[in-house]
């Protein structure tokens, strides 16, 4: 095993030491997750492979993804022979699940914001019509025990900057004629398809709505702040923020992420919305701060880049309701989490 691995076999251990009774429904089930290549879909088969190996659950698998041959090429750490099976496609043409599939979870979506300037109809197809071929699907299964829907914390539109936090009630602007619009209205439209099905043939479809993340198997090329402060640390920087640097975000460490899916799985309620992410709000200049201190020599962090005027944002989840009905808490503080994920991307690259 390599020390890259073994830091995420490590990390997903931690996460799970004195939870796995918190999963045992799953227990010899069959999950089904579409996007499932993706950093979530990583994560939660860190934690599977954990459940199985070390706690026996015979949990089997069904990744279904576009590049699902190639992933399962690129980590064979996360393959447990005769337990996970890859299925390859494209979720916009998806028509039939594995008969014996009993809780799904559906993250396939576009999520990359380059592809809102080269592809927004792309963008808009694979994440509302891919929402409804999967829904359509899971209607047709016998004894579908729980549907997770992973929409978006972007559906809540712009939060107010003297609002700490948003709970799931909230409902703030967000302008359909504008083409920044065009990933969470996506999200929104699943999630009313979710709803419809529901109304329908009572389809038991639990919406998550994650926040921001951090941890290994992120992409360095993908534009979000943390990546591009990590990505540009490990060249020298400089650091280069828009704004002055006051824009605030929240972000939860990777296995925190997938086991609060799991644990959404098995104790999300039908009909509920649940925000998944770190209540614990980080500005990005401090952000900033905390990457680069990991570094020698520091690199330098730029602000006030780009357009003069740059607003300020705000985006950080309440999570309550999910602390309370999920049963599930942060158990990776933010420092540690950027730390790990650093030494995951050098042991990487050596």
Not at 102 to 107: E, F, L, P
Not at 161 to 181: H, K
Not at 275 to 281: D, L, M, Q
Request: aromatic share 10%; proline share 5%.
């Amino acid at each position: 095993m390599s020390r890259a691995t073994a830091l995420t076999r490590s990390d997903a251990e931690a996460v799970l030491e004195g939870r796995s009774s918190h999963l045992e429904e799953l227990r010899g089930q069959h999950l089904f997750i579409s996007g499932g290549t993706g950093i979530l879909g990583s994560w939660l088969l860190e934690l599977i492979h954990v459940l199985n190996e070390r706690y026996h659950f015979g949990l089997r698998v069904t990744v279904y993804s576009r590049n699902a041959r190639t992933f399962a090429t690129q980590w064979p750490h996360l393959v447990q022979q005769e337990l996970t099976r890859f299925e390859e496609g494209d979720i916009r043409y998806f028509t039939e699940f594995p008969r014996d599939t009993r809780y799904i979870i559906h993250a396939a979506a576009l999520t990359d914001r380059r592809l809102l300037a080269s592809q927004p109809f792309a963008v808009a197809e694979v994440n509302s019509m891919g929402t409804l071929r999967v829904l359509r699907a899971a209607n047709l299964l016998e004894d579908v025990q729980k549907f997770v829907l992973l929409s978006s914390g972007l559906v809540y539109g712009a939060q107010p900057w003297d609002l700490p936090r948003i709970d799931e009630s909230f409902a703030g602007p967000l302008r359909c004629n504008d083409m920044n619009a065009v990933y969470p209205e996506s999200k929104r439209f699943a999630e009313v398809a979710a709803q419809s099905a529901i109304s329908e043939t009572k389809l038991p479809v639990v919406t998550l709505r994650p926040f921001g993340f951090v941890g290994p198997y992120q992409p360095m090329q993908l534009p979000w702040a943390v990546t591009d402060f990590i990505r540009d640390s490990f060249t020298g920087g400089p650091i280069r923020i828009m704004g002055d640097g006051a824009t605030i975000r929240s972000l939860m460490y990777m296995s925190d992420y997938a086991f609060w899916v799991l644990a959404a799985l098995v104790h999300g309620k039908s009909r509920k919305v649940y925000n998944i992410g770190s209540p614990e709000p980080v500005d990005l200049a401090t952000l900033a701060r905390m990457i680069t201190q990991s570094f020698s020599p520091v690199p330098e962090i730029h602000t006030r880049l780009g357009q003069a005027g740059h607003d300020r944002t705000r985006l950080v989840p309440e999570v309550t309701l999910a602390q309370r009905e999920l049963g599930v808490e942060v158990t990776v503080p933010l420092a540690e989490a950027i730390q790990r994920t650093i030494t995951w991307h050098r042991l990487i690259q050596s």
